[in-house]
C-alpha cells in the first residue's frame, strides 16, 4: 500500500528537493505520495499571518491556532466545529496547489490510490518540536507501520499547545518529537529527519532488508555498531583487523559484539545504561 504523506509549512518549497532523493525513489515504486500544503492559504487576513505574540509576554511569536485548524480540519476531512468562512481550497491531490507552487515531490501518477488511502488510513498527525519527547529509531519503525502521516512544521518558538491537544481530543493519534537536543529554526529539517528515517523502512524500499535489521539502534539491543573495512587488507599503513580475515565466523561476530559494545560504553554510556541482563550473553558479561 501507498504511504501518503502531507507536509503543511509556511516554507513548503523547502521539501522540493525531498523529490529529487531517494525519498524521490519510493514515490516512483509507488511505495509513497507526498504533498505540500502552504500554511499560509488557510489564512483569511490580507496580512496572511500565521503567528501572534506569545500570552503572558515573551519573546517571539507564536503559530496561531486557527489558521493550523482550518489547514489541519481540511487534510483530516474533519469538519471544524465552528461553521466560519469557507476554508481555501485544499491543493489538489497531485500536486496543483492553487495559491503556491506545486512540490515535485508530489506524487505524479497516483491520483486514484492517493484518494482511496485519504480515505481509509487513519492519519496519525506529528509535530516537531525541540521541547518534546525525543525522536528515536523504534518510534520511526512504529510510523513506517502506518497508512498516512500528516506533519506539521512550526517555527521554533512553538504553535500554540491547543493544536496538538485539540485533535488528541477529536481521537486522533498525535505525536510531538524532538529530533535532538539542539535548536533549529523551523520545524522543516526535523521533519525531513524524520520522514527520512520512516520511509527507509518502508517494506520493499531497501534493496537488502538485512541491512536495515543489522545496523545501528535497530538490532536486538540498541549498541552503536562495530567499525566497517573493505580491501585491500593493508591500505597506506593502516590494517584491517586480522580477525575480520580468519574466515571463521564465530570469532568474527565475537570481535563485532565486543566493539560495539566497548564503542558504546566510551561514546555513549547512556545507551550501555539502558541494556537490560536480557540483551547481554554471557561473553558479554565477561569482557
Ligand atoms: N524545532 C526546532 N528545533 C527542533 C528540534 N530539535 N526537534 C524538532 N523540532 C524542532
Known amino acids: 500500500a501507498t504511504m501518503l504523506i502531507d507536509i503543511v509549512s509556511v516554507f ?54 486557527e ?30 496547489t492553487p495559491s503556491s507552487a506545486p512540490s515535485s515531490a508530489a506524487s505524479p501518477s497516483s ?13 496519525i498527525l506529528i509535530f516537531p518540536n525541540p521541547s518534546a519527547p525525543l525522536f528515536t ?32 481530543g477529536r481521537g486522533l493519534d498525535v505525536r510531538e518529537y524532538s529530533i535532538g537536543d539542539y535548536v533549529l529554526n523551523g520545524g522543516e529539517v526535523a521533519v525531513a529527519v524524520m520522514m527520512e528515517a520512516i520511509v527507509r523502512l518502508l517494506p520493499g524500499f531497501m534493496g537488502n532488508p538485512e541491512s536495515i535489521v543489522e545496523e545501528s539502534y535497530t538490532g536486538r539491543d540498541p549498541l552503536l555498531e562495530h567499525r566497517q ?19 571463521d565466523h564465530g570469532r568474527v561476530d565475537r570481535y563485532r559484539r565486543d566493539e560495539a559494545l566497548s564503542r558504546t560504553s566510551r561514546i555513549r554510556p547512556d545507551l550501555i545504561e539502558r541494556l537490560t541482563c536480557a540483551d547481554l550473553d554471557k561473553k558479554d558479561r565477561a569482557t
Not at 520511526?140 to 491537544?165: I, K, M, Q, W
Request: net charge negative.
Open 229 to 247: 573495512y573493505t580491501r585491500p587488507a593493508l591500505w597506506r599503513g593502516l590494517e584491517v583487523p586480522p580477525v575480520l580475515l580468519s574466515g
Open 12 to 65: 513548503p518549497e523547502y521539501f522540493d528537493v525531498v523529490g529529487l532523493s531517494l525519498m524521490g525513489k519510493a514515490r516512483d515504486k509507488g511505495l509513497l505520495s507526498i504533498t505540500t500544503h502552504n500554511l499560509r492559504d488557510w489564512t483569511h487576513d490580507v496580512h496572511h499571518s500565521v503567528d501572534d505574540t506569545p500570552v503572558g509576554g515573551g519573546a517571539g511569536m507564536v503559530m496561531k491556532p
Open 137 to 168: 529509531q523504534s518510534e520511526a519503525t512504529r510510523l513506517s507501520h502506518a497508512g498516512h502521516l500528516v506533519f506539521g512544521c512550526g517555527r521554533y518558538e512553538g504553535y500554540d499547545a491547543r493544536v496538538p491537544e485539540y485533535y488528541r
Open 67 to 96: 489558521v493550523w485548524a482550518d489547514c489541519l480540519d481540511d487534510l483530516l476531512n474533519l469538519t471544524g466545529p465552528d461553521d466560519s468562512d469557507a476554508s481555501p481550497s485544499a491543493e489538489d491531490i497531485n500536486g496543483t
Open 111 to 123: 491520483a486514484t490510490s492517493t484518494a482511496e488511502a485519504r480515505a481509509t488510513a487513519t492519519p
